[in-house]
T-cell receptor
């Protein structure tokens, strides 16, 4: 089955700087890659996703890049703000969910230093 | 509109007891998922329903776990003879049919503690 590795496990950046979180996946058939943000004690919420037919997607201060050949994808957050502090999870799926569900990485705890 | 809801929010049970966790998906969402999140870990996929049908139950951790969905809406996850390693947050998510939209909306979770 699919395996997703996520790095780093903890990332501390100064407010205003950029943050990058990286994930690799094992199943070349995976075609959907969402990123979820989970604040302490709250439910995961989708912040951005990308499908395998595109290489990059942006939404204001966040962007995701996908390299299908290398089987890795990354989340980029620019101009970080205190409210960006949370745990971020990457995930992969061969069917956009469905019978495979989503396979998640173990998460990155992002800390924004004031 | 209302999001995904789960009950109870917290459950403390003694080892060996059975527990039942409930999920109410967003109205109109035909796909429903159960995940388990252990402390400091990512989310582990357990089972998927399309309508009332679960095509693959191999993600359930053991035969003590079972799930059902009725009327294409509410789902229950049942854990029999609970063990301490079952302690985790159980999250439910729903989405439109995977062919329509991939986004999964999560509920707040049920925190299960087995003593």
């Amino acid at each position: 089955g699919e395996n997703v590795e996520q790095h780093p496990s903890t990332l501390s950046v100064q407010e205003g700087d950029s943050a990058v979180i990286k994930c690799t996946y094992s199943d070349s058939a995976s075609n959907y890659f969402p990123w979820y943000k989970q604040e302490l004690g709250k439910r995961p919420q989708l912040i951005i996703d990308i499908r395998s037919n595109v290489g990059e997607k942006k939404d204001q201060r966040i962007a995701v890049t996908l390299n299908k050949t290398a089987k890795h994808f990354s989340l980029h957050i620019t101009e970080t703000q205190p409210e960006d502090s949370a745990v971020y999870f990457c995930a992969a799926s061969t069917s956009g969910g469905g019978a495979d569900g989503l396979t998640f990485g173990k998460g990155t705890h992002l800390i924004i230093q004031p | 509109g209302a999001g995904v809801s789960q009950s109870p929010s917290n459950k403390v049970t003694e080892k060996g007891k059975d527990v039942e966790l409930r999920c109410d998906p967003i109205s109109g969402h035909t796909a429903l998922y159960w995940y388990r999140q252990s402390l400091g870990q990512g989310l582990e996929f357990l089972i998927y329903f399309q309508g009332n049908s679960a095509p693959d139950k191999s993600g359930l951790p053991s035969d003590r776990f079972s799930a059902e969905r009725t009327g294409g809406s509410v789902s229950t996850l049942t854990i029999q003879r609970t063990q301490q390693e079952d302690s985790a947050v159980y999250l439910c998510a729903s989405s439109l049919s995977p062919g329509t939209s991939y986004e999964q909306y999560f509920g707040p979770g049920t925190r299960l503690t087995v003593t």
